[in-house]
Each structure stands twice: as C-alpha cells, then as structure tokens.
C-alpha cells in the first residue's frame, strides 16, 4: 500500500487528502442528513472505466509531459510525445466494449455488500462516458464504435442497474479536462508542453478559461438533471483550484444545484473547506481515526484502471483492510477496474463473492455503525451503535491458517450486560478481568477471518 500523502502534491498519479483542521461542518440539514447517510454506508465499488482500458494502462497520466514518465514505463509505441498524445487520444475510435452488461454488475456489486457505487463519469483526458451534449469525445460520440450498442450510454445504464439494486450513486468527475481546448491547447504559451495545468495562465486569458467554467458547470448540472438521483459529485484534480486563477467556482455551482437536488454531496477533493464534505485518503488509510467523515479508497488490484494478468486481494485481506478503516472511523471505496470488453476481471469477481459472503453474516458489525475507544487493541477493532447500546469486537486474523482462539480477552471498558458470538448466534460466556473481559467461545468458525462478538452495553 501506498504511503500516507499529506502534502499538497500528486505523486505517480496518488493525491494527498485534506487534514482535519481544513474540514468546515456543513449547516445545511439536507446535507447534514446526506452526510449521516454516507457514514452509515461503510463500503463503495469504485470504477475507473475508460478508453485507457484498452491497453491496460493508467487513467490519463501518460498524457501530462511533466508527470507521466512513470506511467509510460511499459508503453514503446513511439519516443514522439505528439504522437503517443495523438494515439491516446484517438483510443476512442476502437473502443467497443460489447460485452458490458450493467445489471450483472449491480447484481455482483450487491451480493458483494456494496451499498454505494463511484463511477469516472470522465476521468482527466476528458472522455466522457456518458451522452453529454458538451463534446464529441464522449462514449456515445459517431465516432466510437460502441455508440450504436444499446448500452452505449454507460453512466445511465449502470446508475440506472445499480440505483434497481438499492445502491446509492456517487459521480466521480474530473475538474481538469485535458481534451477540452480551452484547457489544453497548443496555441498558447506553453505549447505543446503539457502538465496538469491548462496550458495557458487563466489571468491573461480570462475569457478563454471563463469558457471552460461555463462548460465544466453544463457538463455537471447535465449528469445531475439527466443521470440522476446522486448521491454524491466526486470532483478530482484539485489542482484547478484558486491559485493561479484556476477557479471554476465550485461553490457557486454546488450552491445552485442543491436548489433542485437538496443535500447532494460535494467531495472536492484536497482543498478544505465547505465543499469538500468528506476527505478522501488514497491507496492509504490515516493512522489514526479521523473525527471527521472521509473515506479510503484503494485499489483491489495494483492501479485504479484495468490491467492485464491482474492480481487482486483477497477477501481476508479486504476484510482486514475495511475492519481497519471502520473501526476508525472511515469508509472503504474499493476500486475495480473493468474490462476493455465490457466484463468485470474473474478474478475481482472471486473476491467479491468471499466479500459478500462474510458481509452477509458479520455485516451489521460494519454497516451504520459509529467509532468506539480504543478502536483498534491487540488485534481487536471496535465499532458500536450507540443508540442501540450495542458493541461490536472483531478479532482479526489476518493471515491464512492461524489458529482461532477460542479464548481471549478484548479490552473494553464499558459495562457489559451480554455478549454474543455472530458465528453461531449463540450467547457467549464472559467475566470482567483486569483490562477488559475474558471471552470464552464453544466452538470456532474453521479459518476464521474474524471472530465477531456482539456486546449488549449499558
């Protein structure tokens, strides 16, 4: 996993994720109300789908001359940079993702406990994978072969699949368009030299970048009027910010939209402050809980976009990590990268089915639940449901193979009224002990991910 990014940098395609004294509370009750929602929900599929796949190469950062040597490692087409941009660019005309069948992937994403979806409605090349009437490089665009496929329109058809499967909606959605020419365009000082920038200063050219504030508001109010309800608009690249004059006035945008959407949420990644309404960790998880809502999203394989011959973490290993991020406060957003051809990677789809399987039964232990001290202790998180008066302990194995206890002791200081096993269903014997409670259990789940124990607190 990735170091903690802190900083207000990028690195290899990683951002960093805004600190707690940046996070403003919001006072709008819709918001507030949304925002309970998101924290009840504890685990999101997130997908980074786009041309790019094809190849199996990351989103977009190949493109950028002063960041993506790293992600051009594996690419020998060619030692022009014009002409990779060119062929990058025109990866649009071959694809055709004909076995895409959307209500296969919500049916997956429900069996494997996902209760919200994130989606890269355009990730920052600027491809659009939904009808807009904003551009021509969009999914449904003449000249992409799968524009005539009656799911050509990929975000209404898998927002529409995943809604039908009582599954909220989040749009994930690019602030910086790289194909956009009155982001980046030759003609302008920089030339051909590109980075994550528009290639001009919006300073001395104020009409040209107010175009693109005008286009970047259509192109969001679209997906909110015509591809909704969304729960959530996901905004990345938070380097079109205010510095530079690089302000798309999000907040003016954000303002008008929860005139007709109340409570939507606005996730403007890495900049703080009353749109950012929850921060967004990536490939990490803080190492302390956070008192303030965020959510860590990290990959089931090695990147965020598909790639061949793939390996992708277990379900141990994403039951630890998701235990981990709940018992400190946070959601897990566990990205999936599709296939070129429209399917989801059989061996994502392994994992997702163990997900499911052990969500199934030990779910109530992560969904709606809040943090509870210590969270995590001697291999033991903690969540609880504070109304209920109910305490959850997980004991973690996070290795294949090791032996199951069948007694232990979890450090918990509240009174205990009763305790019981989620394995078996069955009440558990316990007595106070210096430094908690000592747990004896009548049998043990063979290979057991976790053992759950449910507490009935005063």
């Known amino acids: 996993m990735a170091e903690e990014i802190k900083d207000d940098v990028v690195v290899n395609g990683v951002h960093n994720y805004s600190q707690e004294d940046q996070y403003v509370w919001p006072t709008d009750p819709e918001v507030v109300k949304k925002l309970e929602w998101f924290r009840d929900q504890k685990f999101a599929l997130m997908m980074h789908w786009g041309t790019y796949s094809q190849l199996g190469l990351v989103e977009s950062w190949a493109l950028s001359d002063e960041d993506g040597d790293w992600s051009r490692n594996d690419i020998d087409w060619t030692d022009d940079m014009e002409e990779f941009k060119k062929q990058y660019f025109d990866l649009n005309k071959t694809f055709n993702p004909i076995r895409f069948q959307p209500e296969k992937w919500a049916k997956a994403a429900k069996e494997a406990g996902f209760k919200y979806f994130i989606f890269t409605t355009k990730h920052h090349d600027g491809f659009c994978m939904w009808d807009t009437q904003y551009t021509d490089y969009?999914?449904?665009?003449?000249?992409?072969?799968?524009?005539?496929?009656k799911n050509a329109d990929v975000c209404k058809k898998i927002f529409d699949a995943m809604r039908a499967e009582?599954?909220?909606?989040?749009?994930?959605?690019?602030?910086?368009?790289?194909?956009?020419?009155?982001?980046?365009?030759?003609?302008?000082?920089?030339?051909?030299?590109t980075w994550r920038g528009p290639s001009y200063d919006p300073e001395k050219y104020p009409e040209v970048w107010k175009r693109f504030e005008t286009f970047t508001h259509n192109q969001v109010n679209e997906l909110m009027d015509n591809y909704g309800p969304i729960d959530a608009?996901?905004?990345?690249?938070?380097?079109?910010?205010?510095?530079?004059?690089?302000?798309?006035?999000?907040?003016?945008?954000?303002d008008k939209i929860r005139e007709k959407h109340p409570g939507v949420l606005s996730v403007d990644r890495t900049i703080g402050g009353p749109y950012e309404n929850y921060v967004t960790p990536e490939q990490c998880v803080p190492e302390e809980p956070l008192n303030i809502p965020w959510e860590s999203c990290i990959t089931?394989?090695?990147?965020?976009?598909?790639?061949?011959?793939?390996?992708?973490?277990?379900?141990?290993?994403?039951?630890?990590?998701?235990?981990?991020?709940?018992?400190?406060?946070?959601?897990?957003a566990l990205n999936v990268g599709p296939q070129p051809d429209g399917r989801l990677p059989k061996g994502a789809l392994e994992s997702m089915?163990?997900?499911?399987?052990?969500?199934?039964?030990?779910?109530?232990?992560?969904?709606?639940?809040?943090?509870?001290?210590?969270?995590?202790q001697d291999g033991i998180c903690f969540t609880q449901k504070e109304k209920e008066h109910v305490v959850y302990a997980l004991k973690q194995y996070e290795e294949e193979g090791m032996t199951v206890e069948k007694s232990f002791i979890i450090p918990l200081e509240k009174k205990v009224k009763r305790a019981v096993d989620l394995y078996t269903g069955k009440e558990v014997k316990v007595s106070q002990v210096a430094g908690g409670y000592q747990v004896e259990l009548d049998e043990t789940e063979e290979n057991a991910i976790a053992t759950v124990i449910r507490f009935d607190v005063e």
């Open 138 to 149: 969009k999914i449904t665009g003449e000249d992409c072969p799968f524009h005539t496929n």
């Open 166 to 193: 009582g599954i909220g909606i989040t749009a994930y959605f690019s602030k910086a368009d790289w194909h956009c020419p009155d982001y980046w365009n030759s003609s302008y000082e920089r030339g051909t030299k």
């Open 233 to 254: 608009l996901w905004f990345d690249a938070g380097w079109v910010c205010k510095e530079g004059g690089q302000d798309i006035h999000l907040g003016d945008m954000m």
């Open 300 to 332: 089931m394989g090695t990147s965020f976009s598909f790639g061949y011959e793939d390996k992708y973490k277990t379900p141990r290993e994403i039951i630890t990590l998701l235990t981990n991020i709940v018992a400190k406060g946070g959601n897990l």
């Open 353 to 376: 089915k163990g997900i499911g399987a052990w969500l199934q039964k030990y779910g109530e232990s992560i969904y709606g639940t809040r943090v509870c001290a210590p969270y995590k």
